[in-house]
């Protein structure tokens, strides 16, 4: 089906735009998977994510990819990356920078922190304490850093990329619920199938996929992107369907903490993002019922009678979609 139409209803310039995003965001897509094979579906919330203005909570067990992942989407983009390797003795001025002393000059400077750039890979996000992890608090919600009393703006785009290992393996540290609650969606790479495992000793067994990843794309080019996006269409019936679909996680009884304001508008900002992916200059219910579990479900907790008869927290949000009605 061309972009013409599937982009029924609209004019030249929401056309030109929309195919302009999608342009750009095939590139980054086909860049990232060359070295993710297999996982269409998470490189796509990956670039959701990213057109939205959001970050991004890779959960899994380790060696599936997680920050390959993180890596590839930073490398096909020309812009700054940084990479922070979260661990239990770091601390939070080694993330957001610190005041030094400049022995020549007689005075403190401000060193920058690797929070400084453009997307920030962070591994292993949950293996430092809760006191370093707070220290992307205010980064990743107002994109500044305040150090000493002096509030510093981060460069835009501004993407955190984080990964972490389940909460039941040794050595982590669970997210507190307010920095769960920064990330705009979580996904799970899981296992390759047996195919895609075959290709990836071929293609991964003499040299890492990384080393030939060359950028399709600048930083201008993703702000383009993002400021595109903003313009998506979004009808009052679909703004309500999902104000309904988070309110909806605040009542349930499979769960003890729902879904916070945050969440409806972290859920309305990747429905454009996912609508322009589309090809669509508007959005319309199917796009939320589609990112419902990524972005609601991690910032959810089960009831203690769900946890005892093992409901997963996704399964909750699936069957409060399959409830909600649809607007027509």
Avoid: W
């Avoid at 996000?125 to 992890?133: E, L, V, Y």
């Amino acid at each position: 089906m061309s972009l013409d139409t599937r982009l029924t209803g609209r004019d030249d310039e929401a056309v030109h735009d929309v195919g302009a995003v999608l342009d750009t965001a095939d590139r980054i897509r086909t860049a990232v998977e060359t070295v993710i094979e297999g996982k269409t579906e998470v490189v796509r919330i990956a670039l959701t994510v990213l057109l939205a203005e959001g970050h991004l909570l890779i959960e899994d067990i380790p060696g599936v990819g997680k920050t390959m992942l993180a890596k590839a989407l930073a490398r096909s983009i020309d812009c700054s990356v940084s990479r922070i390797q979260f661990t239990p003795d770091l601390l939070p001025g080694d993330i957001t920078g610190v005041n030094a002393y400049h022995q020549e000059r007689h005075e403190f400077e401000f060193v920058p922190g690797p929070v400084f750039a453009n997307i920030v890979v962070g591994d292993e996000i949950n293996r430092a304490s809760p006191k370093t992890q707070s220290a992307l608090l205010e980064c990743m919600e107002e994109s500044q850093v305040s150090v000493d009393g002096e509030t510093r703006e981060l460069e835009r785009p501004f993407m955190v990329v984080a990964t972490q290992n389940p909460v039941d393996m040794e050595g982590t540290y669970p997210l507190p619920e307010a920095q769960r609650d920064r990330f705009m969606a979580r996904v799970a790479i899981g296992y390759p199938s047996p195919q895609a495992e075959l290709d990836m000793i071929d293609t991964h067994g003499s040299r890492s996929p990384l080393a030939g990843l060359e950028p399709v794309a600048k930083a201008a080019d993703v702000q383009n992107m993002i400021d595109r996006v903003r313009a998506i269409h979004v009808s009052p019936s679909v703004r309500r369907y999902a104000v309904d679909l988070v309110s909806a996680t605040r009542s349930s009884p499979a769960l003890r903490l729902g879904a916070s304001p945050r969440a409806t508008l972290h859920l309305v900002r990747a429905a454009r993002a996912y609508a322009a992916l589309e090809a669509r200059s508007y959005v319309i219910p199917d796009d939320l019922q589609a990112l419902a579990v990524p972005v609601l479900s991690h910032r959810l907790l089960p009831s203690t009678e769900a946890r005892i008869e093992g409901l997963p927290v996704e399964q909750v949000v699936r069957d409060l979609v399959a409830r909600i009605p649809v607007p027509d």
